[in-house]
């Protein structure tokens, strides 16, 4: 049981290696396609004419997989937290190839995501044994996680009918509700997914069962939908703001949703239970002290521009002299460049 989880282990840390050097990648393909061209945050897609970000691509590709099959072999409780890890990876690549100043509590949220994760694995659940897409599929529509799901799709309409047209575009949580309710439903479909794959790699075909795709249009649904909102937040807001949260809310309900319907904890100890929850505090805490010792990005924008009133004169030091200047002397392109609140 426990040479699964090891299995899952690895899968999941080699997972999280790839995505966070994907990251860096693509933005390494991104500066150069942008030097020679429109950026893509202009609209532009120059970036498709380079190599270095169809590498990242790949790059990212290859990690989405090895994360799917750690899903085959080891539970959501241990698999899912150690997406952090990922955060680590572009933390530290940015550092040396980005030149983004890591920093003493950036190295500090590093350590505790390791050390969070740590607790995590050692007294992470074993993987229970599923010999077919039937036993799954009793596991799915037992009372508890059938409530699970109904009180999950409920809330879900709710922020999507009613708290989505009036919210949306200043709450938060709107979208991020949406995206870690819907995504704890995808973990479990695409678990559902993964063991069926395996299943049939093992010579027990589950392809010719009803089920099984059942499982795999409940996955497609909920993973379009997530990826619609999760791109409306990021959208929206501050991604140094939607990361921590959605992670947190999205790792929460995965392992409450794993617990339900795969019974993670059932024949766990009582301090087991405790270290792993702790354990994810601590991979959370060290998430959002990573995030919050970003820089922001700066971003212009036409509203940050304004003439000046003509009543205002400045002076410029140029080549160790003092030059005074009138406004009204000043060509408007240029007066137009000048911050209206720098004055204040």
Same mark, same amino acid.
């Given at each position: 049981?426990?040479?699964?989880?090891?299995? @899952?282990?690895?899968?999941?840390?080699?997972?999280?290696?790839?995505?966070?050097?994907?990251?860096?990648?693509?933005?390494?393909?991104?500066?150069?396609? @942008?030097?020679?061209?429109?950026?893509?945050?202009?609209? !532009?897609?120059?970036?498709?004419?380079?190599?270095?970000?169809?590498? !990242?691509?790949?790059?990212?590709?290859?990690?989405?997989?090895?994360?799917?099959?750690?899903?085959?072999?080891?539970?959501?409780?241990?698999?899912?937290?150690? !997406?952090?890890?990922?955060?680590?990876?572009?933390?530290?690549?940015?550092?040396?190839?980005?030149?983004?100043?890591? @920093?003493?509590? !950036?190295?500090?949220?590093?350590?505790?995501?390791?050390?969070?994760?740590?607790?995590?694995?050692?007294?992470?659940?074993?993987?229970?044994?599923?010999s077919s897409v039937e036993e799954i599929w009793e596991l799915a529509i037992q009372p508890a996680f059938l409530l699970y799901t109904a009180s999950a799709v409920a809330v879900v309409l709710v922020l999507v009918l009613y708290c989505d047209p009036r919210y949306g575009q200043t709450n938060i949580l709107v979208y991020i509700g949406i995206c870690s309710i819907i995504g704890s439903l995808t973990v479990m479909s695409i678990k559902a997914v993964g063991i069926a794959i395996k299943l049939t790699l093992e010579g027990y075909s589950q392809v010719a069962h009803f089920k099984s795709w059942v499982f795999v249009m409940v996955a497609a649904t909920c993973i379009i939908t997530q990826l619609i909102y999760l791109n409306k937040a990021l959208d929206t807001f501050n991604t140094a703001i939607v990361s921590p949260i959605y992670y947190a809310l999205f790792t929460s309900l995965t392992i409450l949703a794993s617990a339900i319907m795969f019974k993670d904890w059932s024949g766990q100890s009582a301090s087991s239970i405790v270290s792993v929850l702790c354990g994810f505090i601590t991979v959370l805490s060290g998430t959002m002290v990573l995030h919050i010792t970003r820089d922001p990005e700066k971003q212009q924008s036409a509203a940050d521009y304004s003439v000046l009133s003509p009543q205002i004169s400045w002076l410029v030091h140029a080549n160790g002299e003092i030059w005074k200047q009138n406004n009204d002397d000043l060509l408007p392109e240029y007066v137009a460049l000048i911050h209206q609140d720098h004055f204040k």
């Open positions: 049981m426990y040479r699964t989880n090891i299995i @899952g282990f690895g899968l999941a840390v080699g997972s999280s290696a790839f995505i966070g050097s994907s990251f860096i990648i693509k933005k390494k393909g991104l500066q150069r396609a @942008g030097a020679s061209g429109s950026r893509a945050s202009s609209g !532009g897609y120059g970036y498709l004419l380079e190599p270095l970000w169809w590498i !990242g691509m790949v790059t990212m590709i290859v990690g989405e997989f090895a994360n799917f099959v750690a899903y085959m072999y080891a539970p959501a409780v241990l698999v899912t937290p150690l !997406g952090a890890l990922s955060i680590i990876v572009s933390a530290v690549l940015a550092h040396f190839l980005l030149k983004e100043k890591l @920093g003493k509590l !950036g190295i500090l949220g590093c350590v505790l995501c390791i050390v969070g994760s740590t607790v995590i694995v050692i007294h992470a659940p074993g993987e229970h044994s599923i």
